[in-house]
């Protein structure tokens, strides 16, 4: 037994793996394919819906009106993330749809993403996370500095940084490794490990935003 999902998330270092071209909407994607917010939700899925974490099949995602992967503010508007849910053959909607964005200090984004789209057909769930995904990343020290190999100083609260602050120090904490090349793609190769191995409980603890959507999560379980 497999589970189809497609995940929609704001940017590449939500979604990007070392294999950036994706296929046709419905293909499955590659484990090379897979982003760092891929390899978290799977493995929240493997523990709400009690699934083998190799059931969880992501699939390619249906494009904008532009032909383009979408991003950013295609999540945001109505019409667009309209288009993203909805599959004109049915046979082809997939079984689980995760929208997966950042707060950016907007309280009422979440709501508004849930009024967009309650009355589609499809099963999603609307994750957003406060005040950005990095703030989940930063939630297990433990994890940190397992992947980093140095010590991680103690943030108390990820959720309570600024906007914009817990990417930064994201950034900064992987910068402490001295690494030879792509800082860029160093940065995006830590994400993929913390998102491997970060502990589901710490991040529910420390990130009442992560709490939810494994609540949210649950209740859509088939």
């Not at 589970?3 to 979604?15: C, D, K, N, Q």
């Not at 402490?176 to 995006?188: E, I």
């Not at 491997?196 to 939810?212: G, I, P, Q, Y």
Request: hydrophobic residues 40%; neutral net charge.
């Amino acid at each position: 037994m497999s589970l189809r999902v497609v995940l929609y998330a704001e940017g590449s270092g939500e979604t990007a793996g070392s294999v950036t071209m994706l296929p046709a909407p419905g293909a499955t994607l590659t484990p090379e394919m897979l982003g760092p917010g891929h390899l978290l939700i799977g493995r929240a899925i493997e523990r709400v819906w009690n699934l083998p974490l190799e059931a969880v099949r992501f699939e390619s995602p249906l494009r904008t009106a532009r032909g383009t992967v979408a991003h950013g503010s295609d999540l945001h508007e109505r019409t667009s993330l309209r288009r993203l849910l909805t599959w004109a053959r049915p046979r082809l909607r997939p079984e689980l749809v995760v929208v997966l964005v950042d707060e950016d200090g907007d309280r009422s984004r979440k709501s508004r993403l849930v009024g967009h789209t309650e009355d589609l057909p499809c099963t999603r769930v609307i994750a957003v996370a406060v005040r950005e995904f990095e703030a989940w990343l930063l939630a297990d020290e433990a994890a940190l500095r397992e992947v980093l190999g140095c010590e991680v100083a103690t943030v108390a609260t990820p959720e309570d940084l600024s906007r914009g602050e817990a990417k930064q120090l994201f950034n900064e904490l992987c910068d402490v490794v001295a690494v030879d090349g792509n800082r860029k793609a160093h940065h995006h190769a830590c994400r993929h490990s913390v998102s491997r191995t970060a502990d589901l409980d710490a991040l529910a603890r420390r990130c009442r935003s992560f709490a939810l959507f494994l609540e949210e999560l649950r209740a859509v379980r088939r």
